[in-house]
């Protein structure tokens, strides 16, 4: 085989991989809204929001994003989080019932810190990985568990949990818990999908 057959061999394995690939058993075409409640070692309890959303590019990849902020603060201290993602995924099934999930992606976190007599304000980016399992459980629950591992500041690699309660087959409501060595972070919310 010459260089020019392979090259059109590789281009035709490229084109047809995602439609020849089993089509995954989950919608991977969502936004939601969550509220949130972290706990970080060192720091007082911190309250806010989540928004996020999937899209499916072909049956088995997606992209992802999500903002999240958090605030929260005592007599000596008050914080302020955010946190901007954006990923590549890709998702197929393992069983009739269940996905195996892959995403990389960037991450980037700000932190403000006030105390007397002033703020400070530290920022990092980095790159995040993932693999999971998505499972329904029955018609209308479905459980899904990750690792995550993020090089923002600190290294970090974190273990998810995460209910999904289904109304229909757009509606549902979401319970999640994330931790890692330091931090426990619980979010619960609304998905729509599509």
Partial sequence: MNLRQSLKAALLTVVLTPTLAPAANFSYSHIGLGASHASIDG?????????????????????????????????TLDVEHKRYQAALGYATPVLSHADLV???????QSFTLC??????????NGALGSIGVRSWVSDSMELSASVEHVTTGDAMTSLSLEAVGWFDFTS??????????DQRYLSTGYRYTF
Avoid: Q
Avoid at 50 to 60: A, E, G, P, Q
Avoid at 102 to 108: E, L, N, S
Avoid at 115 to 124: I, L, M, N, Q, T
């Fill in 43 to 75: 720091m007082p309890a911190l309250l806010g929001a989540d928004v996020f959303s999937r899209h499916r590019l072909t049956n088995n990849v997606f992209l992802e994003g999500g903002f999240s902020r958090l605030d929260g603060g005592d007599w």
């Fill in 102 to 108: 892959f995403t990389a992606g960037i991450d980037y």
């Fill in 115 to 124: 105390r007397a007599p002033g703020c400070s304000k530290s920022s990092d």
């Fill in 172 to 181: 549902s409501l979401f319970m999640a818990l994330d931790w890692s060595s």
